[in-house]
T-cell receptor
Framework: GQSLEQPSEVTAVEGAIVQINCTYQ??????LSWYQQHDGGAPTFLSY????GLEETGRFSSFLSRSDSYGYLLLQELQMKDSASYFC????????????FGKGTTLSVSS | GAVVSQHPSRVICKSGTSVKIECRSL??????MFWYRQFPKQSLMLMAT?????????EQGVEKDKFLINHASLTLSTLTVTSAHPEDSSFYIC??????????????FGPGTRLTVT
């Protein structure tokens, strides 16, 4: 089976940096993705790590350590609009099947 | 980027009736689409994988006779909730893989359909 664990809630203030962790247990590993979902909206893709290290995309970065079965999403220069749920997700196998999602982390950014 | 649409966005139906939800890829062909359901403040739970021209693959615990999936064309998959009950009330979201990607790590999601069964 597969499971992805992440904290349920994180709070921060505008301009701050926040890190959302994700630990996973998977029968095989085919990379770790991150998605953002605003309340009532569709999930949108943020980033993907197939290999160890840091991937940077603007204010958002994602890190992966396969030896530790661990990854994180780093959000810098937080803005109010970043208040949303963030999900780590992993393909269930290599051949283009569906994603398995973590339970999601609700980020609340205050002024 | 590619767009996935869903229709309707909201639907209220009476217990015992059936509801059909459409998922369309607007500017690309999707041989595979995925259906998820999401309860408030919870994660997306995969229900089934919809393959064009063949039977859907259902996840364990999902009743295939209750949640009928049809993927009749490369741009349309439908989910029909049959004999709906209040416990079927949820947010249903479809997605499609990004064309050209071998893995499914990046998917385009539809805006979701909120189903309320009274």
């Amino acid at each position: 089976g597969q499971s992805l664990e992440q904290p349920s809630e994180v709070t921060a203030v505008e301009g701050a940096i926040v890190q959302i962790n994700c630990t996973y247990q998977t029968s095989g590993f085919y990379g770790l993705s991150w998605y953002q979902q605003h309340d009532g909206g569709a999930p949108t893709f943020l980033s993907y790590n197939a290999l160890d290290g840091l991937e940077e995309t603007g204010r958002f970065s994602s890190f992966l350590s396969r030896s530790d079965s661990y990854g994180y999403l780093l959000l810098q220069e937080l803005q109010m609009k970043d208040s949303a749920s963030y999900f780590c997700a992993a393909p269930s196998n290599q051949a283009g099947t569906a994603l398995i999602f973590g339970k999601g982390t609700t980020l609340s950014v205050s002024s | 980027g590619a767009v996935v649409s869903q229709h309707p966005s909201r639907v209220i139906c009476k217990s015992g009736t059936s509801v059909k939800i459409e998922c369309r890829s607007l500017d690309f062909q999707a041989t595979t689409m995925f259906w998820y359901r999401q309860f408030p403040k919870q994660s997306l739970m995969l229900m089934a994988t919809s393959n064009e021209g063949s039977k859907a693959t259902y996840e364990q615990g999902v009743e295939k006779d209750k949640f009928l999936i049809n993927h009749a064309s490369l741009t349309l998959s439908t989910l029909t909730v049959t004999s709906a009950h209040p416990e079927d009330s949820s947010f249903y979201i479809c997605s499609a893989r990004v064309p050209g990607q071998g893995s499914s790590y990046e998917q385009y999601f539809g805006p979701g359909t909120r189903l309320t069964v009274t």
